[in-house]
């Protein structure tokens, strides 16, 4: 309609005419063959579907008896106000909503299986990437997740070629994505979240939530073009669109739209030049449509979903009781009877499952893309790098050459102190890595079962500790060796092994523990920080546990940071002889007749210490302590615990692990236990509510 009309140029107007011919001159000379076995085997029909959601004590509809269908090469355009659902069905039809659903979803005239997702492509509004990743790599490890096990690998990669042939990506196939606004435009990242749904092979449906929003026309019409030939090759597409341009419209089949309240306004044919669809609106009591309006804002406006708009009519009331209400009706039934009789095959076998692939599989790939992040994030790398290696030298030249004084004893204490302290930050900088992989994850990976949810968590630990083993090795060579305590192999040995490999382990996991278990990156951080305060304030350094209140002493044996100091301090103190410095000795003078040995043998043998002078008979200078271990007494540690603490780091390991594993299925896999934060939050607001 809009282009018999192209001489009345508005902006809009000649903006898509320029697009359009600008994009056919682009793909004039493509060839057209690579879109070969795209077709979609089966007709997905939905009929009644009605979405409900609990709402301040009560239940609100955000459906409202929706049918329609989506027939293989289609492309039907879902379009209403804003709130009128759009989104709302398409993830419901998605199967990615929680909440009460009623009606009936079939595939060729059977319930949907497990396999339905996987099976489906999904192509959300925000474009979420792996920044570190190429083109190539994000399409790979799509195919080989999501594409059945049994087939070959070659197959695979030869069809993720095909599809970067048939997006017209060869050109950036091997450019890394990147951040927004830093590595792909927006029209590349668009292709690629529809590559990413194409290359899993999906032999039913391809979803599209608003694909061209935040695009020039240009964009959007190459966009609404590539649509237009996966549809023409057989795919069946639904996608929702707001207020589109008048050729961007008419480039779809089939229109479903709705009002707020998720109620059907009309289902059916476009028609050429939208005349269809304009017929039943214009017969049913609109106004006519002027040849030069764009038919989309004029539907819009006639149902009163328009920016100024307000119709009196009841076009859900219309729409029901028109022929083309029960046509639709009709037309759904009759594809259920005939193809529910029908036998249809697909690459998922007979038997559907969730995963198309086994667990060790999903292990393999999930780990490989994972630690490929991370070798590529050259900032992140190098961010750890220089945490430890200035936190390193600051240590050991604080402390530099501790000494064999009383004072040094302290010292040797505050410089394993500040190295578990170093751990926070280090924390920090996981939770903040961490959190791009999850969002991916629940955002889009999760959605379409690409692999199982752990894998995300563990894959996450395993990559990070190389990186964590290396560069605290950098802070072991450059803190404990300054100190110049013991230069011992076995020695070192045993501090390395503490330090470098059981800490390293420990607040990792704890660090990704927390992170899981929150809603959020700032609520991570909190909690950390909470976390963190307790377990330093109380692990025996500040405060000895004899001086704590009766109360908080059992937070010195619950806290971890009391194991790993109580280990490194221990190690360095051992055996270690005590020379104090005159300012460190108490001086006292002896009954007349003895000398300061005599007097203070019977002393000596119960307490610590040793005199300096001890054949003086005047000003006998008194050490408290005699050697590093009469020191480890005094902090309530003992070198023997070594090994004892040894195991209950891996005890406080283990747990980390597992907890993070436990609270993330609780939290977000679940989303429905009482735990939750947000499900304690909402109870709250019930009980005041009742009160009220």
């Not at 660090?511 to 304030?537: E, H, K, Q």
Request: with cysteine; net charge neutral; aromatic share 14%.
């Amino acid at each position: 309609r809009f282009i018999a009309h192209a001489d009345e140029e508005s902006p809009d107007n000649v903006n898509d005419i320029d697009a359009k011919e600008q994009f056919s001159s682009e793909s004039s000379g493509a060839n057209d063959e690579v879109f070969d076995d795209l077709e979609a085997k089966g007709v997905f029909i939905w009929k009644d579907v009605c979405f409900t959601i609990p709402y301040e004590g009560g239940k609100r509809m955000l459906l409202d008896n929706v049918s329609g269908y989506c027939i293989p090469g289609t492309m039907t355009a879902l379009m209403g106000e804003s709130g009128a659902g759009k989104t709302t069905l398409l993830n419901t039809l998605a199967q990615r909503n929680v909440g009460i659903i009623t009606g009936d979803m079939l595939v060729n005239g059977r319930p949907i299986d497990a396999s339905f997702e996987r099976r489906t492509g999904y192509v959300q509004q925000q474009d979420i990437h792996i920044a570190e990743l190429t083109v190539r790599e994000s399409l790979q490890f799509s195919a080989r997740m999501r594409r059945p096990q049994h087939l070959p690998d070659s197959e695979k990669m030869d069809y993720v070629e095909k599809i970067i042939r048939v997006l017209g990506m060869e050109e950036y196939a091997e450019a890394l994505v990147g951040e927004v606004g830093c590595g792909l435009n927006v029209e590349q990242r668009k292709k690629l979240s529809i590559g990413v749904e194409l290359v899993a092979k999906p032999d039913l449906l391809l979803f599209l939530d608003e694909p061209t929003s935040g695009l020039d026309s240009q964009s959007s019409w190459a966009i609404i073009q590539l649509l237009r030939k996966l549809s023409k090759a057989g795919q069946s597409i639904l996608c929702t669109i707001h207020q589109p341009s008048a050729t961007l419209f008419e480039e779809f089949d089939r229109l479903l739209l709705l009002r707020k309240g998720g109620q059907t306004v009309y289902f059916g044919d476009i028609g050429k030049n939208s005349a269809t669809i304009l017929n039943y609106f214009e017969r049913n009591g609109a106004r006519k449509c002027d040849s030069s309006e764009n038919p989309a804002e004029y539907i819009l406006e006639a149902i009163g979903a328009g920016a100024t708009a307000s119709v009196k009519e009841d076009w859900h009331e219309k729409w029901l009781n028109s022929v083309e209400f029960e046509q639709t009706k009709e037309k759904v039934q009759d594809l259920i009877n005939d193809l529910s009789k029908q036998e249809t095959k697909s690459e998922v076998g007979d038997k559907p499952s969730k995963y198309a692939t086994s667990y060790a599989y999903q292990f393999r790939y999930v780990l490989i893309r994972t630690s490929t992040s991370f070798w590529r994030s050259l900032n992140y790398i190098m961010s750890k790098m220089m945490l430890m290696l200035v936190g390193g030298l600051y240590i050991g030249f604080t402390f530099f050459n501790v000494g064999k004084s009383y004072v040094g004893l302290q010292n040797a204490m505050f410089a394993a102190f500040i190295s578990i302290i170093l751990s926070a930050p280090a924390m920090n900088q996981i939770q903040g890595r961490a959190i791009a992989s999850r969002e991916l994850f629940e955002v889009r990976e999760s959605q379409s079962n690409m692999f199982h949810w752990s894998l995300v968590l563990i894959t996450q630990y395993l990559s990070e500790l190389p990186y964590h083993l290396f560069f605290s090795t950098i802070f072991f060579v450059s803190s404990y060796f300054p100190l110049r305590i013991f230069f011992e192999a076995s020695r070192s040995a045993v501090y390395f092994l503490n330090y470098c490999i059981m800490f390293q382990l420990y607040y990792v996991g704890l660090g990704l523990m927390i992170l899981y278990m929150s809603p959020n990156l700032p609520s991570a951080n909190v909690i950390l920080g909470l976390c963190l305060s307790f377990m330093l304030s109380f692990c025996g350094v500040t405060q000895p546990v004899s001086l704590m209140p009766g109360f908080w002493t059992f937070m010195w044996k619950a806290s971890p940071y009391t194991y790993f100091v109580q280990n490194l301090v221990g190690i360095m103190l051992h055996k270690k002889p005590v020379v104090c410095k005159k300012k460190e000795l108490n001086y006292f003078n002896p009954p007349n007749g003895s000398t300061c040995g005599e007097y203070m043998k019977p002393f000596l043998e119960k307490a610590t210490g040793y005199i300096e002078n001890p054949d003086a008979t005047s000003d006998c200078a008194y050490c408290i302590y005699e050697v590093g271990d009469n020191y480890l007494t005094h902090i309530s540690s003992k070198y023997s615990y070594l090994w004892r603490n040894f195991g209950i780091f891996w005890i406080y390991i283990f747990f980390n692990i597992i907890a993070m594993v436990c609270v993330y299925y609780l939290f977000h896999v679940r989303q429905s236990s009482f735990l939750s934060p947000v499900s304690i939050l909402n109870k709250i607001k019930n009980i005041r509510k009742k009160k009220q």
